[in-house]
């Protein structure tokens, strides 16, 4: 039983459509009809990409692989048992479960405000309220907007946001206004990238006009009734958050051990280290052995191997080992059809940055797109 579909869990389905295990059945458990893909995520928020351009639809994919889909939200586990509780009361059992279902951005050092904040995780929800967000924008030519965190996440979306400001105001006809300002609560943006990294996005961010606040751990701050974010520095209209993330509740409640930050405790095989009939992936795992921040591309490449040993679990085989690289490409966005590579100590940016980054983004949705109609051939290759 697969619980989510998160990164891993569309690429084992898409793997055990392409080859079937004699006897194993399937079973998704989603609240959604599709998944969004975060690496187009600032691309959709820009307003280079439509909203069914970034989603992944379950149904046919589940389809594809002979697996039975429900549509509910996961709200509870009992281990031992390998129960599933959902939201309408229901129970679901398997025999091996697999657990993909994100996390939530950490909202603890401004729980008080939450409804005044627009937090990115669960991604879904971000999609839906950035949707909803994007309206205000067309009929008001001044917002104030914060972002909170200066991540690569937080400068990718405040560039995202500044374009789509000066994008929608331009082409309604009104003067581009509006201010976007990025807070961080350490010394410096973009933490663990090199300094090469760090000036050229510095002097792109200066460039469009986004006002920087580093040190700000302790910037005092209030809600006014539906009007945002009284801030030290300013009134807001908006506060998107892209710090930190933790676990859904009912996982930290579920009896499996967990890592010091309360997400899955996994092995090397991404197997619970205290109940070996669950796996994990994604967000919702903390690999003790290799810690590793939590980022798409770790969940990307966790797919295939969660998706093996999901069938080595179910024949009594032997179960391969996860070894997470320790760098990898990034390619940030920087609000128009620009953007930043960087790996290791090396950086580049242009124009063709940002097309080998579409070309990348659009070739992985593509590799889960599968016509209903077709029955036995999926239309992209198998690697």
């Given at each position: 039983?697969?619980?989510?579909?998160?990164?891993a869990h569309?690429?084992?389905?898409?793997?055990?459509?392409?080859?079937?295990?004699?006897?194993v059945r399937?079973?998704?458990?989603?609240k959604?009809?599709c998944?969004?893909?975060?690496?187009?995520?600032?691309?959709?928020v820009?307003?280079?990409?439509?909203?069914?351009?970034i989603?992944?639809?379950?149904?046919?994919?589940a389809?594809?692989?002979?697996?039975r889909?429900?549509?509910?939200?996961?709200?509870?586990?009992?281990?031992?048992?390998?129960?599933?509780?959902?939201?309408?009361?229901?129970?679901?059992?398997?025999?091996?479960?697999?657990?993909?279902?994100?996390?939530?951005t950490?909202?603890?050092?401004?729980s008080?405000?939450?409804?005044?904040?627009i937090?990115?995780k669960?991604?879904?929800?971000?999609?839906?309220?950035?949707?909803?967000f994007?309206?205000?924008?067309?009929?008001?030519?001044?917002?104030?907007?914060?972002?909170?965190?200066?991540g690569?996440?937080?400068?990718?979306?405040?560039?995202?946001?500044?374009?789509?400001?000066r994008r929608d105001?331009?082409?309604?006809g009104?003067?581009?206004?509006?201010?976007?300002v990025?807070?961080?609560?350490g010394?410096?943006?973009?933490?663990?990238?090199?300094?090469?990294?760090?000036?050229?996005?510095?002097?792109?961010?200066?460039?469009?006009?986004?006002?920087?606040?580093?040190n700000?751990?302790?910037l005092?701050f209030?809600?006014?009734?539906?009007?945002?974010?009284q801030?030290?520095?300013?009134?807001f209209?908006?506060t998107?958050w892209?710090?930190?993330v933790?676990?859904?509740?009912?996982?930290?409640?579920?009896?499996l051990?967990?890592?010091?930050?309360?997400?899955?405790?996994?092995?090397?095989?991404l197997?619970?280290?205290?109940?070996?009939?669950?796996?994990?992936?994604?967000?919702?795992?903390?690999?003790?052995?290799?810690?590793?921040?939590?980022?798409?591309?770790?969940?990307?490449?966790?797919g295939?191997?969660?998706?093996?040993?999901?069938?080595?679990?179910?024949?009594?085989?032997?179960?391969?080992?996860?070894?997470?690289?320790?760098?990898?490409?990034?390619?940030i966005s920087?609000?128009d059809?620009?953007?930043?590579?960087?790996?290791?100590?090396?950086?580049?940016?242009?124009r063709?940055v940002?097309y080998?980054?579409?070309?990348?983004?659009?070739r992985?949705?593509?590799?889960?797109?599968?016509?209903?109609?077709?029955?036995?051939?999926?239309?992209?290759?198998?690697?």
């Amino acid at each position: 039983m697969l619980v989510g579909a998160g990164h891993a869990h569309i690429e084992v389905l898409r793997r055990f459509g392409l080859q079937t295990v004699p006897g194993v059945r399937l079973t998704l458990v989603t609240k959604g009809a599709c998944t969004p893909y975060s690496g187009m995520l600032p691309g959709y928020v820009a307003g280079h990409y439509t909203g069914d351009e970034i989603h992944i639809p379950v149904a046919p994919l589940a389809g594809f692989a002979n697996c039975r889909l429900v549509t509910a939200e996961a709200v509870g586990l009992e281990p031992v048992d390998r129960h599933v509780h959902l939201q309408d009361g229901g129970t679901i059992a398997g025999d091996v479960i697999s657990i993909d279902t994100g996390a939530t951005t950490n909202l603890s050092s401004a729980s008080q405000f939450e409804p005044y904040v627009i937090p990115v995780k669960p991604i879904d929800r971000f999609a839906e309220n950035w949707a909803h967000f994007a309206k205000r924008i067309r009929t008001n030519p001044g917002l104030q907007i914060t972002v909170v965190g200066a991540g690569a996440a937080g400068v990718e979306l405040a560039l995202s946001i500044r374009h789509r400001l000066r994008r929608d105001l331009s082409a309604g006809g009104k003067s581009i206004g509006g201010r976007v300002v990025l807070l961080e609560k350490g010394d410096q943006i973009l933490r663990g990238f090199s300094d090469g990294v760090r000036r050229r996005l510095s002097a792109i961010l200066l460039r469009h006009n986004i006002e920087v606040r580093t040190n700000v751990g302790k910037l005092g701050f209030q809600a006014e009734a539906d009007a945002g974010i009284q801030f030290d520095l300013g009134q807001f209209d908006a506060t998107f958050w892209t710090t930190g993330v933790c676990p859904t509740d009912w996982l930290k409640k579920s009896g499996l051990a967990v890592d010091e930050d309360g997400f899955i405790a996994v092995n090397s095989q991404l197997q619970s280290i205290s109940h070996p009939g669950v796996f994990a992936a994604g967000d919702a795992a903390g690999m003790i052995a290799s810690p590793r921040p939590k980022a798409g591309v770790i969940a990307v490449r966790q797919g295939p191997i969660l998706a093996e040993n999901l069938r080595r679990a179910v024949t009594g085989d032997p179960l391969r080992s996860f070894v997470p690289q320790k760098s990898w490409l990034s390619l940030i966005s920087t609000g128009d059809r620009y953007a930043v590579a960087s790996y290791g100590n090396w950086a580049a940016e242009g124009r063709w940055v940002w097309y080998w980054k579409n070309w990348i983004d659009r070739r992985f949705v593509r590799r889960f797109m599968f016509e209903a109609s077709e029955t036995k051939r999926f239309p992209v290759n198998s690697e």
